[in-house]
T-cell receptor
């Protein structure tokens, strides 16, 4: 059983379109992180959300942490080919717990 | 500031052999975590070391082991290799214990292939 479920698994859209990917759990997390991984490289941290209901923006990317701290979403506005990659969510249920990763959403933006 | 360095980048082994992978964290980072990444299972946590002590362990068999040195560099060892051990092994460092809000800085991984 995957503790963090990401959806969709794959997404291929045209440049300029908007999209949202999701990270869901039945457990409460003290924080959630989003990473992007490109082929041949390790994941790179995009953002950490800590407070329930928190919204963070990173240029065209908007991250939201659910009120109950069980889910998160990533919304990309006007997607560009450079957004292509594997988007991973990760979290720890408490301060001493290991960090758990979802299986990721593989995003492909067509020029 | 140099990032996390993993060596080697690629490795080919045969079943039954053993392998040691190395990770040099970002200078000043005391926590090193190891992950196995496969297409089917995604990123799975192996273990975390903090100040030379194992702080957390994932659900992997005892063939997978690790250690951390006083300079925070870490190694992981896999003995009696199996075909299913073929994966990308990623190391991540963070300033403190990796639970909670600590951001993890990943290396580019070691791609291990078992023949």
């Amino acid at each position: 059983t995957q503790l963090l479920e990401q959806s969709p698994q794959f997404l291929s859209i045209q440049e300029g379109e908007n999209l949202t990917v999701y990270c869901n759990s039945s457990s409460v997390f003290s924080s959630l992180q989003w990473y992007r991984q490109e082929p041949g490289e390790g994941p790179v941290l995009l953002v950490t959300v800590v407070t329930g209901g928190e919204v963070k923006k990173l240029k065209r990317l908007t991250f939201q942490f659910g009120d109950a701290r069980k889910d998160s979403s990533l919304h990309i506005t006007a997607a560009q080919p450079g957004d292509t990659g594997l988007y991973l969510c990760a979290g720890a249920r408490n301060r001493d717990d290991k960090i758990i990763f979802g299986k990721g959403t593989r995003l492909h933006i067509l020029p | 500031k140099a990032g996390v360095t993993q060596t080697p980048r690629y490795l080919i082994k045969t079943r039954g052999q053993q392998v040691t992978l190395s990770c040099s964290p970002i200078s000043g980072h005391r926590s090193v975590s190891w992950y196995q990444q496969t297409p089917g299972q995604g990123l799975q946590f192996l273990f975390e070391y903090f100040s030379e002590t194992q702080r957390n362990k994932g659900n992997f068999p005892g063939r997978f082991s690790g250690r951390q040195f006083s300079n925070s560099r870490s190694e992981m060892n896999v003995s009696t290799l199996e075909l299913g051990d073929s994966a990308l092994y990623l190391c991540a460092s963070s300033p403190g214990h990796s639970g909670g809000n600590q951001p993890q800085h990943f290396g580019d991984g070691t791609r291990l292939s078992i023949l």
